[in-house]
């Protein structure tokens, strides 16, 4: 490269030990010629930066796997919906064509029957309906939006109380915890429950981290209604209810 150049500035070369191993350089130098306008040596700096390049290497590497992980965490996600509603609407019609004498959930005595009103926030169409039905089933007024700007429209525009209001913690709009303060903004006497797909994802972990109510989906339910009581009508869980979950 001296040759052609006469010096060279911060090139980088892999280079080979007398040990055999190659490591990872950067050259900067140049020559330096004689009285005689001649060349009369090479004065060349050469800085081992292997490290720097492992270093970055296993950044990009993190930084690929981070994009698989939110990849798969969205395929979780959509899976989790969907095995959401298959609990909620397929796993009732197994227990009642099992052989012992099952007790549907709206027609027991384990819950009292509901009358407040609940705003269910869910983006995912078919599990909002499923929800929203089951609710309904348990005798509360269901209010539902599939948006966080939507929820806190249908706020904004409700005028009796909203008792619960259960969210997603994902949304297209904005993030549950956000559309749900500004719910609570308008409505002091809502309280919360989140629903979550990404356990792991940041918001959801400092949700847990805070002692508010979660729920992992996919969620049966069984315990999504025990969840919506134990919250409206300050039930304490039972060893049997905690274990069974």
């Known amino acids: 490269m001296f040759e052609t ?3 060279v500035d911060s090139a980088e070369a892999n280079w080979k030990r007398k040990d055999g191993k190659t490591i990872s350089v950067r050259v900067s130098g ?19 930066i292997t490290q720097r390049r492992n270093l970055e290497e296993q950044l990009r590497q993190a930084q690929k796997m981070e994009v698989v992980g ?16 298959i609990l909620g609407n397929y796993l009732p019609r197994v227990d009642e064509a099992a052989p012992a004498p099952v007790v549907r959930l709206e027609e027991g005595s384990e819950y009292p029957k509901g009358t407040e009103t609940i705003l269910v926030l869910e983006d995912e169409e078919s599990l909002r309906e499923v929800t929203c039905e089951c609710l309904t089933a348990g005798g509360y007024r269901v209010l539902q939006a599939g948006r966080g ?13 909203i008792h619960l209001i259960l969210s997603d913690v994902i949304l297209p709009d904005m993030s549950g915890p956000s559309a749900v303060e500004t719910v609570q903004a308008l409505h002091p006497e809502t309280k919360a429950l989140f629903v979550s797909g990404y356990a792991e994802v940041l918001v959801a972990q400092e949700l847990i981290e805070d002692g508010t109510s979660l729920l992992q989906k996919p969620v049966s ?8 009581d134990e919250i409206l009508h300050l039930r304490i869980p039972s060893a049997e209810d905690v274990h069974s979950r």
């Open 5 to 7: 150049r006469g010096q």
């Open 30 to 48: 140049g020559h330096v010629g004689g009285k005689d306008g001649q060349v009369s040596r090479f004065e060349v700096i050469v800085e081992d």
């Open 70 to 85: 939110l990849l798969a965490a969205g395929i979780s996600h959509d899976f989790n919906n969907h095995l959401s509603v």
């Open 149 to 161: 700007g939507w929820a806190i429209e249908l706020a904004r525009q409700t005028t009796e109380q």
């Open 221 to 228: 339910r069984r315990h999504l209604m025990r969840t919506v």
